[in-house]
């Protein structure tokens, strides 16, 4: 089973899998690392990774990137519309809302959901792992930022079933960096001793993100979190590219942004001179030929101007690191290290201003670009029962509070209660008792819209069905389960009703109100420490619970239920309908995957063609630069004659003008008829002088063995002690053999002189080869026939040497083997 780690980043992924010697960073196809997040569409197929990112600029309007902040959200989502204004390609409004992005693929527009282009990068991801390992890959653990929320987490679940994938977990980036530093690290305090506290800031090309967790030997547990969604690497491209075109407008009167294939040139230069700018504090040149219009641009730019610009997003780099800490409830002494991780913390600025808040060098130990893939494969391998992972135990939280709200028809007011609060252990569920009469519905939000990076703050509504009053006309007991589950995804997973029932008293076990989230199989792996967490919890549910006219709901306290009588209760489930969840609905889903597996084919069908097309490129052009060399002599009459010597190099470059003409646009099966074609003209060249290059060396490799066998005949006559063990009609046979093999080699070897060079050879390589192995099957056995051992005697007693008819004596009453000592006599 293959264990892969998948780290979706807004310009970049990397892949990761766990291998029997550990985890390991695979390369794609072009032998890089890391796979740029681009989907091109093109008229026949798609181009994904970094075919992709080479049309960026050539089909700019098909091209897409940058996509990845549009999971879950809306068209009209005010961060879309301001991105919109950015992007070369184009977005459309969905019938459900949602954004679309507009493309031309197989020539006709086409509208993709967010969801099917993640889910096309996802598929190139998968090849690729899967080409890496040699083996199908399903099962993969995908990073997601820490501030993504219910929709937006939805929506890369979806993204991964359209792709083939089973995605066993959502992990936070940083969580993800977190059991990628701590899992390797051998001294770890023990659970008893104060844990080690790791800030791990990692800010990549689009978001910035902090985390402070503590570390105990076999464990970790984030204690705070806190997010910049719009402070990234792009930012201070984006800072460079605005000095630019407002520089090339006054200097050479130029409009970058009228003209997209331009913008996109420069901001990709913009992005190779911040990096320069990283390692160089001098002046560094940027150069552009042909920039607008034919014409060439030139400028410069240093560090400190760079840092000038940028003042505005710098200043915003210490607000996470102070909520992050205020939230840990920790003060700088007890940070034991600052770990920083991401593209943009290469900046020097930025790494100045972390050590600065903190008072201490930040470390570097963990790879920037590819520890978040790592800890996603190790994250991976700890779920999979296919591998045996040190125990490592991971405790992540809820970014943001969530609320649950009720109301059933006949109430006159809403209740309300905070069931996860910012930073609560995650996954976790908790049973939430009601009192209802009729079915209801509760409507799960975000309790702080103004916290949230994303306009709408609900999660969705979840309808209980069938409920119904006691017999007694007294309302009934309903308990709702409510979780946040390994992905960070909230939902209401099941309901019970709860009967009185007449009869002898007896007891029934109910679940906890805190209970474990994780499977039985997985609570070894995924422990939530729920000391003090349950009782805090307990006292925020009782505060907020909301009681009025007996349709209350409540947290029930586990610890009173054994002071209560016991009463014979029946538990019956209840059905919990999801509605207006943002998630594609399973109908909508499977057309996607359906239609993932057309695109799949079909770009396997073009991708044939192109290889077929490439051979009879290929084999053009080496046969013919060949003809004028190395097959020059080896070119028969039939084929050229002496008053049409170019007649072969004329039909290779009539072949390849066709390729570029009537070519162009061929099915496969006209390139492969072209191609045999060319081979009946080109292969009986190749072939004599393949055989005219290989026959010398292989008549040199037999004359060698036939040499060999003769001295051991020759030696044989002579009474070679070495041989004595042959029989003569076995060395006569060798004898026979050698000289049998040297007349034939002989022959040939004479006939082949005699013909040309363009005439096929009188014997061929293959035949001289098999003529080898002939001898080494005949004469090897006989000369390399280990000489036999002499057979020791047992030793002799000449006064009882007859005396009994048992086994010698140095064999004993068992019959063991005799001494291997010569035999002796007195």
């Known amino acids: 089973m293959s264990v892969v780690g998948i780290d979706v980043g807004f310009q970049n992924c990397y892949i ?5 010697g550990g985890i390991e960073t695979v390369a794609n196809e072009y032998s890089d690392r890391c796979t740029p997040a681009c989907v091109s569409l093109a008229s026949k197929n798609r181009m994904i990774g970094n075919a992709a990112k080479s049309k960026v600029i050539t089909n700019f309007k098909n091209t897409v990137h940058g996509f990845k902040k549009f999971h879950g959200r809306a068209f009209d989502d005010p961060f879309v519309q301001r991105e919109k204004l950015k992007l070369p390609y184009s977005l459309q409004k969905m019938t459900n809302g949602n954004t679309g992005i507009k493309v031309h693929y197989l020539d006709e527009d086409k509208v993709f959901t967010i969801e099917q282009i993640t889910g096309m990068l996802l598929t190139k991801l998968k090849e690729t792992s899967e080409s890496a390992l040699k083996k199908p890959v399903v099962d993969c653990v995908i990073s997601v930022p820490g501030f993504f929320t219910d929709a937006e987490r939805r929506s890369l679940i979806d993204a991964s079933q359209i792709a083939g994938l089973n995605c066993l977990r959502l ?32 800010m990549g090309h689009s978001s910035y993100q902090v985390s402070i967790t503590a570390f105990n030997k076999g464990k970790l547990k984030v204690l705070g979190t806190a997010f910049d969604p719009y402070l990234g690497g792009r930012n201070f491209d984006e800072a460079l590219v605005d000095y630019f075109c407002e520089e090339f407008k006054s200097k050479y009167k130029l409009n970058v942004r009228e003209n997209p294939r331009a913008l996109l040139r420069l901001q990709q230069e913009c992005e190779k001179l911040k990096k320069l700018m990283s390692a160089n504090s001098s002046d560094l040149p940027l150069n552009i030929e042909c920039f ?7 400028s410069r730019m240093n560090r400190g101007h760079f840092e000038d610009m940028c003042a505005q997003y710098l200043m915003r780099v210490e607000m996470p690191l102070k909520a992050a800490l205020e939230q840990s409830k920790l003060s700088r002494d007890e940070i034991c290290a600052v770990e920083i991780v991401g593209g943009a913390t290469r900046i020097p600025a930025i790494k100045e201003r972390i050590t600065r808040f903190f008072g201490k060098d930040v470390s570097t130990t963990l790879n920037a670009d590819e520890a978040v893939a790592r800890g996603c494969a190790l994250q991976c391998a700890i779920l999979s029962p296919a591998f045996k992972v040190r125990e490592f135990s991971i405790t992540d939280v809820v970014p943001f509070p969530i609320t649950l709200r009720w109301k059933s028809p006949t109430d006159d007011g809403l209740g309300e209660c905070e069931v996860f609060s910012k930073n609560h252990a995650a996954p976790f569920s908790k049973v939430i008792t009601f009192h209802k009469k009729e079915p209801f ?34 309302s009934s007991k309903v308990k709702v389960k409510v979780r946040v589950n390994i992905h960070g995804i909230f939902s209401v997973s099941c309901a019970s009703l709860i009967e009185k029932q007449k009869g002898e008293d007896m007891q029934i076990d109910l679940e906890p109100v805190v209970q474990n989230e994780s499977r039985p199989e997985d609570q070894h792996k995924m422990q939530v420490d729920q000391e003090g967490q ?4 307990q006292q925020n549910e009782d505060s907020s619970s909301h009681s009025k006219d007996g349709t209350a709901g409540e947290m029930e306290d586990p610890t009173a239920g054994g002071n209560k009588p016991k009463v014979k209760v ?71 004659t002496v ?30 008829d072209k191609l045999e074609a060319l081979k009946r003209l080109g292969e009986p060249i190749q072939n004599r002088h393949r055989e005219h290059e290989d026959r010398p060396r292989a008549f040199e490799e037999l004359g060698k063995k036939l040499q060999l066998y003769m001295k051991v005949v020759d030696s044989y006559k002579q009474k070679d002690e070495q ?52 001898v080494e099957d005949i004469c090897s056995p006989v000369v390399n026939r280990p000489r036999p051992t002499v057979e020791d005697v047992p030793e002799v007693n000449e006064h009882n040497s007859g005396a009994h008819n048992g086994p010698p004596a140095n064999q004993g009453a068992e019959g063991t083997k005799p001494s291997t000592k010569a035999m002796e006599t007195d």
Request: glycine content about 2%; hydrophobic content about 35%; aromatic content about 8%.
């Open 16 to 20: 990761a899998v766990a291998r029997s």
């Open 171 to 202: 992990i936070n980036d940083t969580t993800a960096v977190a059991l990628a530093y701590g899992i390797y690290k051998q001294d770890l305090p023990t659970p008893e001793e104060r844990p080690r506290n790791v800030v791990f800031v990692d």
């Open 292 to 298: 607008m219009n034919s014409i060439d641009v030139s």
């Open 441 to 474: 519905d509760l409507e799960a939000f975000y309790s702080n819209p103004q916290e949230l990076p994303y306009p709408d703050h609900r999660i969705g509504w979840f309808s209980v069905q069938n409920v119904v009053p006691q017999p007694d006309g007294d």
């Open 534 to 537: 349950n009782q805090e919890d």
């Open 570 to 640: 029946k538990s019956t489930d209840l059905p919990v309908l999801s509605k207006n969840v943002r998630q594609l609905d399973r109908d909508v889903l499977n057309n996607f995957v359906e239609y993932e597996q057309q695109m799949i084919v079909q770009d396997k069908l073009v991708k044939e063609l192109n290889e077929a097309k490439n051979a009879v490129e290929e084999y053009v052009y080496d046969l013919r630069d060949k003809l004028c060399g190395i097959y020059e002599k080896y070119i028969t009459a039939e084929v050229c």
């Open 643 to 672: 008053f049409d010597s170019n007649r072969l190099t004329l039909m290779l470059e009539d072949m390849e003008n066709w390729l570029y003409e009537d070519g162009e646009d061929q099915p496969k099966e006209v390139y492969v």
């Open 723 to 774: 041989y004595l063990h042959v029989s003569a009609e076995e060395m006569s046979t060798v004898e026979k053999c050698v000289i049998e093999t040297t007349g034939w080699m002989n022959t040939k070897m004479n006939a082949q002189c005699k013909i040309t060079t363009t005439q096929d050879p009188v014997v061929k390589v293959a035949d001289i080869i098999a003529k080898i192995q002939e």
